[in-house]
């Protein structure tokens, strides 16, 4: 059967139909009973380009392959003729889940070799995918769509974009590596694609659909500034860079964006504090996308230029502790007595007798009675533990930010009897660093302003580590922001968190519970609308999931939404009075990452 298609489909050089298009500026729509069938397929023209479609009464042909019998409910189909040799890159750009896209050749709908297929279904938790097929210059290749339609919907909207021979960092997972501290590199946007930088935040970046960027990444490896610029580029760029949110996933936060670096300018410019990552977060990577403003396409420049905070304290040091050593390691570093040390760990280790127990950092469980004592008897066995001089022993465990009880050299070892490392097995790889611009909880920090914890030290404020020691439990920093925008922060740790920005007087200004439906890390973005412009005094607070700021009409916040949220809850224009818990938050560790924040108090 035919079906009713409401679309546009734009390729280099070439313009065909007129649509509703998708993520980007309203356009007439007209309808057009077209490529439901495989032998109307509707031709696509260049290299690259894109169709934003809107379907409405599709149906499955006698003989057609179906990916969700009983769920989708039609299909269409595209045709495109390959320029070259090489590979057909297609990507849809997300907005629905319930469709699915497939890519073949073949005489007729019933004898269709797919080479590939992508089925991103409703309970994904992204729907967004990218299909590569390799192609031989002068065949015809079929793209063909299938979506679910409600009966009482007015349609299915969906998008995709297609090119031939996209450049290799042409997505965010094949980021181009930068190397060294500066440089400068060049590339095309030409044959590039939108990848769906939405993803990996709460806002839209780009207009999505259409646009073309590519990608790179840069390792720092100290702490200090980090200026990027696409000056000398052929087309007017947009800019904007993420850092990688949870280990070993491909998913960002956004750290800044720039259009352009000043009015009647085309280039972009951004300059920002970059660190050592945080402790549970290696190693540090920042991804940075380069993209045409309103789909521009050509040649880029982006040069790259670090410079070291001179008073950011020495490299951090790696060392290994051997689950079989009892003499500890010594790491070469010097401490004081209050001077904070950030460490991570990674590698496991194992008791060595029946039946085995393996565990890292955090060590294996509490000691048993006949076991004690140990060297610390109040940390786990097994857990990493250290010590600075002659002063008592601390828990270090997986990792994360420690005061320091004593000065000396600094020494590393295993948590166990004295008498009984001979027969363990492993060891922990273990990574420590001074840190001056870091905070560690000074016993339970309050969630009021108060009585708010005001943390001490000189210049800009780039971590703060803390506990939550109940699911009620909620702690409240008083934070001097430098305005202008750049104020971020990334909360990270054992348990899902949520993070809140108030003002001096305790009022609402921004909040987030999730970054984004890919990732529970929250995060609150620099250059967000929502992020204070005014430099000034105010209050960060943390929270395990559900436990909310509460004025006295309600929340401050809308509860239970994902990304950043500004005070427009029931209780949006009132001070923070308490906060209302419904105890299913969890008991554990967090590390905040911040940018464009200082210390208040010397």
Not at 56 to 84: C, F, K, M, N
Not at 360 to 365: A, L, V, Y
Request: aromatic content about 8%; some cysteine; glycine content about 12%.
């Amino acid at each position: 059967m035919r079906g009713r298609w409401l679309q546009r489909a734009v390729g280099v050089g070439s313009l065909m139909g007129l649509a509703v298009p998708l993520a980007v500026a309203p356009m007439p729509a007209v309808a057009a009973e077209v490529n439901d069938d495989f032998v109307d397929a509707a031709p696509l023209d260049g290299a690259t380009g894109f169709v934003a479609t809107t379907v409405v009464d599709v149906s499955y042909e006698d003989g057609e392959r179906r990916s969700a019998p009983g769920h989708l409910t039609g299909s269409a189909w595209y045709r495109i003729q390959a320029p070259e040799d090489g590979t057909l890159h297609v990507t849809n750009v997300g907005h629905r889940a319930d469709m699915a896209f497939a890519i073949s050749t073949g005489p007729s709908v019933g004898e269709q070799t797919y080479l590939s297929a992508a089925y991103p279904d409703a309970t994904s938790r992204r729907s967004w995918f990218t299909l590569d097929v390799p192609v031989e210059a002068g065949a015809t290749y079929f793209i063909s769509v299938e979506v679910r339609e409600e009966p009482a919907a007015a349609g299915a909207p969906i998008g995709f974009q297609w090119s031939f021979n996209p450049p290799p960092n042409d997505q965010a997972y094949a980021a181009q590596p930068l190397p060294g501290p500066s440089g400068r590199v060049t590339g095309s946007t030409a044959r590039a694609t939108a990848d769906p930088v939405y993803e990996f935040s709460d806002r839209p970046v780009e207009p999505l659909l259409g646009s073309h960027d590519v990608w790179f990444v840069w390792t720092p490896t100290a702490i200090g500034t980090l200026v990027l610029t696409t000056e000398g580029s052929d087309v007017d760029t947009f800019l904007w860079v993420g850092r990688i949110a949870e280990e070993q996933v491909l998913s960002l936060d956004d750290l800044a964006v720039n259009d352009d670096e000043a009015p009647g300018s085309t280039h972009s410019r951004i300059e920002l504090p970059v660190d050592l990552g945080h402790p549970t977060l290696r190693p540090p990577q920042y991804y940075i996308a380069v993209s045409g403003q309103d789909r521009a396409a050509g040649d880029v420049v982006l040069s790259y230029a670090f410079t070291p905070d001179p008073d950011a304290g020495p490299p951090p040091i790696e060392v290994s502790v051997i689950a079989s050593e009892s003499t500890p390691v010594d790491t070469g570093m010097v401490v004081e007595q209050g001077q904070v040390v950030e460490f991570s760990t990674s590698g496991t280790w194992c008791l060595g007798r029946l039946p085995f127990e393996c565990g890292g950092g955090d060590g294996i469980r509490p000691a048993n009675p006949e076991e004690l004592p140990l060297i610390l008897d109040s940390a786990p066995i097994g857990a990493l533990i250290g010590r600075a001089g002659t002063g008592p022993w601390f828990l270090i465990g997986a990792g994360g930010g420690v005061r320091m009880p004593s000065s000396g050299p600094l020494v590393l070892v295993f948590n166990d009897r004295p008498c009984c490392y001979g027969d363990n097995r492993g060891l922990l790889t273990v990574t420590a660093a001074l840190a001056p611009r870091a905070w560690v909880e000074d016993g339970d920090a309050e969630g009021v302003p108060w009585v708010a914890q005001v943390p001490r030290g000189e210049a800009r404020l780039q971590h703060i580590h803390g506990t939550i020691r109940e699911p009620h439990d909620d702690d409240l920093f008083r934070v001097c922001l430098t305005g202008d925008g750049s104020f971020s922060a990334t909360a990270t740790g054992s348990i899902d968190l949520q993070l809140v920005l108030l003002d001096a007087n305790g009022r609402g200004v921004m909040a987030n519970d999730d970054a984004s439906t890919t990732t529970s890390t929250p995060v609150l973005p620099a250059g967000h609308p929502l992020t204070p412009v005014e430099p000034g005094v105010y209050h960060l607070g943390v929270s395990g999931w559900d436990n909310d700021p509460v004025g006295r009409g309600g929340g401050l916040f809308p509860n239970n939404k994902r990304g950043v949220v500004g005070p427009t809850g029931p209780g949006g224009n009132d001070r923070v009075l308490r906060w209302n818990s419904h105890g299913r938050a969890g008991t554990g560790t967090y590390q905040l990452s911040l940018t464009g924040a200082e210390f208040c108090s010397a």
